[in-house]
């Protein structure tokens, strides 16, 4: 009892290997399904030689499986019972047992089972090839040299071939129904784990989502106050700089907060898209106006080109584009160390009452490897880690842009040269509300809009020439 409780201990234990239960059910299955055997051989006088042989392979295969399992070298007992097997007891069994037509067929089928499930990789292949051709000798065999065989009278093939098919059928039975519990216990643990693994996503969205907001009260605070010391007419130039250094890094981080509520909000569902009625002239003044500094801050010229012929009163997630553009851009900026960084906007007509408006924003920055593009999208993914580790980011910009232009239903792509630069081309489709074009917009005249003189002149003393406009 103690040792069959060992065994269905074995089995029933998730932490074995799939392949080392299968070996132990299936070698003791054949063991017993032997000692059948071996019962009706005796009954209906078998051979000496296939009644010595049975009562060997009832001793010696579950005390070699026994060995193999104790040692965790479960692999190597398998193909030494399978070798077993497929070059002594087969021909035996044919030969002193009567040939095909007694119980050597059922038992060809059980062992083809038995490659198939136990072995693995070139041991398989190998032992039903040479399983194969053992049928064809067989075959062979009984065709050409019919005398080699100890045949049976016909009672004695019909007891035989029975009970061999009976005990091979039950034997199968055992092996398939086990394997589909095996499966069912699986299927039920990876929903546990699945489970498991969304309301853990549930809760770190929600964390996320709370400390997000707890943390954007105090920096907008921050940046609240900052911004009254920059409005100071006795504020000194030192002290105006600091204040800017302090708004750089307070925007900096409000924007890392801000991606990740949005990430949040995007894993658990809860992003919605807004249409509403915009002016075009109105949304990419504001979006230069808030890119523009970081790009003269590097040295960076800053090209926008916007076509007149765009409509200008769009219907959809005013938002949410100037979210996606404005993360493209500084995505673009962070990885340009010189030359440019260029915003093109046009609009391709879809039908009578809608527009494709099509962004790309392109820089001279350092590309992206080939490689890495499949990874491009992933959040908290950084790809060439080793080149651009002194960048701050999080990963979380690009895969926020793509799930913002899947959610209204648009399309991204990108097009890049390594060391040469990248061009991201975003498309949307677009309800017209005003059929009117857009015309030139002069966005320079509203760069510095709601800005004091003191600052103003600051920034022009710091960075004279900073900007290229080129306007379609």
């Known amino acids: 009892m103690t040792l069959f409780k060992r065994i269905t201990d074995r089995l029933a234990d998730s932490g074995k290997s799939l392949q080392e239960r299968l070996f132990i059910l299936i070698t003791f299955a054949t063991t017993i399904g032997v000692l059948v055997s071996l019962i009706g051989d005796i009954i209906i006088g078998e051979h000496i030689v296939e009644i010595i042989l049975l009562i060997g ?86 065709y050409y040299y019919p005398n080699i065989i100890h045949f049976h009278d016909k009672v004695s093939n019909y007891i035989d071939f029975f009970i061999s098919l009976v005990v091979v059928g ?4 055992i092996v398939v129904w086990f394997q589909k519990r095996l499966f069912m216990e699986e299927n039920n643990r990876a929903r546990e784990e699945t489970k498991r693994a969304d309301e853990l996503n549930r809760a770190q969205n929600r964390f996320f989502s709370s400390m997000s907001h707890e943390i954007r009260t105090p920096i907008n605070s921050i940046l609240g106050l900052n911004e009254l010391i920059l409005r100071r007419d006795d504020a000194s130039e030192e002290i105006i700089k600091d204040a800017m250094n302090i708004s750089g890094s307070g925007k900096m981080l409000l924007g890392l907060v801000n991606d990740i509520l949005d ?134 910009g690009l895969s926020i842009v793509r799930q913002l232009v899947n959610l209204m239903e648009g399309e991204i792509s990108v097009n890049s040269v390594y060391g040469q630069g990248s061009t991201f081309t975003v498309r949307l489709r677009q309800e017209i509300s005003n059929e009117t074009p857009v015309g030139n917009i002069n966005i320079s005249a509203v760069r510095g809009a709601g800005s004091k003189r003191k600052h103003e002149s600051m920034l022009r003393r710091r960075m004279p020439g900073f900007l290229s406009w080129m306007i379609i």
Do not use: C
């Open 263 to 396: 990430f949040s909000k995007i894993e658990a569902g809860s992003m919605e898209i807004i249409p509403v009625d915009y002016r075009v002239e109105e949304m990419l003044p504001e979006i230069v106006n808030m890119v523009w500094l970081r790009a003269n801050e590097k040295g960076l010229a800053f090209d926008i080109n916007i076509d007149p012929n765009i409509p200008s009163v769009l219907f959809g997630d005013e938002f949410r584009i100037k979210q996606i553009i404005v993360n493209l851009l500084n995505n673009a900026i962070k990885y340009t160390q010189e030359g440019s960084v260029s915003l093109h906007v046009e609009s391709e007509r879809s039908d009578d009452r809608h527009v494709f408006l099509i962004i790309s924003v392109s820089d001279t920055g350092i590309g992206i490897r080939q490689e890495a593009m499949p990874r491009l999208f992933d959040a908290f993914q950084r790809v060439d880690e080793e080149r651009n580790r002194l960048i701050e980011g999080t990963g979380l």
């Open 170 to 173: 039950f034997e199968i039975y």
């Open 57 to 142: 392979a009832s001793i010696i295969v579950p005390l070699t499986a026994l060995f193999y399992v104790r040692y965790n070298i479960v692999k190597i007992g398998a193909r030494i019972i399978a070798l077993g097997v497929v070059f002594v007891m087969l021909p035996i069994v044919f030969i002193f047992g009567g040939g095909l037509e007694a119980g050597f067929t059922p038992w060809v089928v059980f062992v083809f089972l038995y490659v198939s499930l136990i072995l693995t990789g070139v041991w398989r292949v190998v032992m039903m090839i040479i399983m194969v051709i053992e049928v064809f000798l067989a075959f062979f065999t009984e």
